[in-house]
């Protein structure tokens, strides 16, 4: 690596981190203040309209709402930096405090996910690109096609029903199990979110695979491997996949990303108190504080695993330790 390149590239991606999140921030600030409605009648429902005009000035002032837009988000903005998440206003509660509690439910759900779509897409992947257009390649692709084509919440909602009427299991918010307190018990909840959620991953993590490892397969340095008598097996998988990794590696990062933020419906499906959960509640109460800084965390973990990814680029291959 070159002198100060590191220190370089870190800067560069703060910098570029920065920007995004300042983005991220105004976009989802302006989004929810063009929803109808505001906190106020979110709050109170049909009540708001009894309202006298007084009693609405107070509740206004009281959320915060009396100020103009640019006066709402320096002031969110600043309280945010200063550590200060707000108060959701549906349950009266912190809002860093609701995050903390919801985030080791997110990241344990995603985290499930990837160790079960991560072998299982690479290894069908690889199964499927070592003998193009044969009728294993066929099959893995259909099946992968058939992975992309069902809608999560579909899948989701059969699971449940087939686990209601053979098991009698509910899915019940307040019956979660933390995994600090039993490892069984939490995952007798978790593993079948997690199957229905490595569906789709299986088949885009083997897509990737299979066409990085078509390609890394057609290159020099497998002719000569091979030329050297080196057996297939470990041609396939000590040479080929080790050269195929960087778009494989790239596709599990942002797949991982996303489930950080994008587990709205499995979560809501098998009522999981996680980000999904919290945000998707905040959002129908126009709980500004709580969805403004859920979004916010969800950008700040998108962006550290990008950079995790980025990172490792440079564990495995050398050649991008020289830029």
Request: hydrophobic share 50%; proline share 5%; no cysteine.
């Amino acid at each position: 690596m070159r002198p100060g390149g590191l220190g370089r590239y870190l800067a560069t991606r703060a910098a570029g981190t920065v920007g995004t999140l300042a983005g991220v921030a105004v976009l989802v600030f302006l989004v929810l203040r063009a929803l109808p409605g505001d906190a106020v009648t979110a709050r109170l429902g049909t009540q708001a309209g009894v309202l006298t005009g007084e009693q609405r000035a107070a509740l206004e002032r009281y959320y915060g709402l009396d100020e103009s837009l640019w006066g709402q988000f320096t002031s969110w903005l600043g309280s945010v930096l200063s550590g200060n998440f707000g108060v959701s206003v549906d349950s009266g509660e912190p809002v860093l405090g609701l995050m903390l509690g919801a985030l080791p439910v997110t990241v344990e759900l995603a985290v499930l996910s990837m160790l079960i779509a991560t072998p299982v897409g690479v290894a069908l992947g690889v199964l499927a690109a070592s003998r193009p257009g044969a009728a294993r390649d066929v099959g893995v692709q259909s099946l992968g096609l058939v992975g992309l084509a069902l809608p999560e919440f579909v899948t989701a909602s059969v699971v449940v029903a087939l686990l209601a009427s053979a098991f009698a299991y509910f899915p019940d918010p307040g019956t979660f199990v933390p995994i600090t307190e039993s490892v069984s018990g939490n995952l007798a909840q978790m593993l079948y979110p997690s199957l229905v959620l490595s569906i789709g991953l299986v088949a885009t993590i083997m897509r990737t695979t299979r066409a990085a490892y078509l390609e890394a397969a057609g290159t020099d340095f497998v002719r000569t491997a091979e030329g050297k008598g080196l057996s297939p097996r470990r041609i396939r998988w000590r040479h080929v996949l080790h050269n195929a990794s960087i778009p494989i590696l790239t596709i599990v990062g942002i797949q991982f990303g996303y489930l950080l933020g994008g587990t709205v419906i499995i979560e809501q499906v098998f009522a999981l108190p996680g980000l999904g959960r919290l945000l998707l509640t905040g959002i129908l109460n126009q709980d500004y504080a709580v969805v403004q800084s859920t979004v916010l965390l969800v950008a700040v973990a998108f962006v550290l695993v990008n950079l995790a990814v980025d990172l490792t680029y440079r564990l495995i291959d050398p050649r991008a330790r020289l830029q």
